[in-house]
């Protein structure tokens, strides 16, 4: 079988993996990128209630990669984030934090996107690039001292200088090259939804923590004459379960209860989704011929929506230290890459589970203790700045 040359070969065609294709190719290499699943078109898919928070650092792949202007569906900024705790149907503590993106410029702290609509752009993009796409298909990859065999089976072989593995938390390629996992199982699910309210959002993101876990609005962008807003929020498996169990009538009264009524009516739309919780976190990044990035090296819990941001950073970093290197694939090559990326995701991956073990609890001290922490945080401007930048996944 003949082999065809080609820079680097990417397995894993969600954000992270074709992102990086897209910028890879647009900078000049040639890509192969393989998925397990079909890439159709999607040109009018039902409005679903899934979306993606992206954080203003971490924009900058989906721009080298062409898709943030061609997105069909336009994005909500973030102006505001309001962090408060409470419990469910009581109205939350008077002691709450509040930040502001004017505070330190003029950009929003980033974007929500529709999943559907980043779903498009992708792949009106690969539809339009170089980039050598197969999808669905399987690849088999052995990897060498120089080089590395992708074997797309029933096509095509490719000797490719450097592999990426993006294909998720469960990573053949990870496994395959013997890289180790730390994994962290929460007692908890996600529940994933869209509701139009009565009133505007403003543009304000809030993040409440209940004793079940933290609950998430999130701001959409105005659709069919509605204010529309995402809804993530976290219970245990038991109640996860129960709640998507319920008809839309006693769902949509359960989201009322944990959001409260600064929105006024609240209406579900789309569907409804639930997913267990876990994290975890590869030893390494790297193995020769291979890179991991996106949810193959770490996984965090959705607590402050960084997981699809620290995978779009992941890529960034690659990028850039490939767009400079003669061969994409050397181990020191690769090492620069680990150093750059891992103290950002274990920093995340630290923080995330802190937050959500401090105030996934209901015993009475530590709601205190939070709650004048929360009140302390609000009154340090220096300091909510610093947490504002890491928010936004801005370096200082």
């Known amino acids: ?6 820079d680097i ?19 000049g290499r040639s890509v192969l990128l ?73 950009d929003p702290f980033g974007w929500i996107v529709e999943a559907r609509s980043l779903r498009m752009a992708i792949n009106r993009q690969l539809a339009a690039s170089k980039v050598v796409l197969r999808a669905p298909a399987q690849a ?12 797309v089976t029933g ?18 390629l990870r496994n395959e090259a013997g890289i180790p996992v730390t994994r962290f199982a929460y007692r908890q699910s996600a529940v994933v939804c869209a509701i139009a309210h009565e009133q505007p959002h403003h543009h304000v993101a809030l993040e409440h923590f209940l004793p079940g876990g933290p609950f998430a609005q999130l701001p959409m962008s105005d659709s069919n004459g509605e204010h529309i807003s995402a809804i993530v929020f976290t219970e245990s498996h038991d109640i996860a379960r129960r709640l998507s169990a319920m008809d839309d009538a006693g769902f949509t009264t359960e989201v009322a209860r944990r959001l409260g009524d ?21 030893h390494r990044y790297y193995a020769p011929r291979l890179a991991l990035v996106g949810d193959s090296a770490h996984g965090v819990h959705p607590i402050a929506g960084q997981g699809l941001n620290l995978g779009l950073r992941d890529g960034l970093v690659l990028a ?24 950002d995701n274990l920093l995340m991956l630290a923080a995330t589970d802190a937050l959500d073990r401090l105030f996934s609890t209901d015993l009475p001290p530590i709601r205190l203790a939070r709650d004048l922490g929360l009140a302390a945080v609000n009154r340090m401007p220096r300091l909510k700045r610093a947490f504002m930048r890491t928010a936004m996944g801005l370096s200082e």
């Open 9 to 27: 070969a990417i397995i894993g065609a969600g954000p992270v993996g074709a992102s990086l294709a897209l910028t890879l190719s647009n900078a």
């Open 140 to 151: 088999r990859v052995t990897r060498h001292a120089d080089h590395a065999v992708v074997e």
């Open 155 to 172: 096509q095509d072989s490719y000797r490719a200088r450097l592999v990426v593995a993006a294909d998720g938390r469960a990573s053949a």
């Open 262 to 282: 600064h929105l006024g009516a609240v209406r579900l739309i789309g569907k409804r989704w639930t997913y267990p919780l876990s994290a975890l976190h590869a």
């Open 320 to 343: 850039q230290l490939i767009e400079a290197a003669d061969d994409p694939g050397t181990m020191a090559l690769l090492a620069r890459y680990q150093r750059a990326r891992r103290p």
């Open 34 to 106: 393989v998925d397990r699943a079909a890439l159709p078109p999607m040109e009018h898919p039902d409005f679903d209630g899934r979306a993606y928070a992206i954080a203003l650092g971490s924009r900058a792949l989906l721009d080298s990669a062409g898709v943030w202007d061609v997105l069909p569906f336009p994005p909500c900024p973030i102006e505001r984030i309001r962090v408060s705790d409470g419990k469910v149907g009581r109205p939350a503590s008077p002691m709450f934090l509040h930040f502001d993106h004017r505070d330190i410029g003029d």
């Open 1 to 6: 079988m003949t082999q065809h040359p080609i």
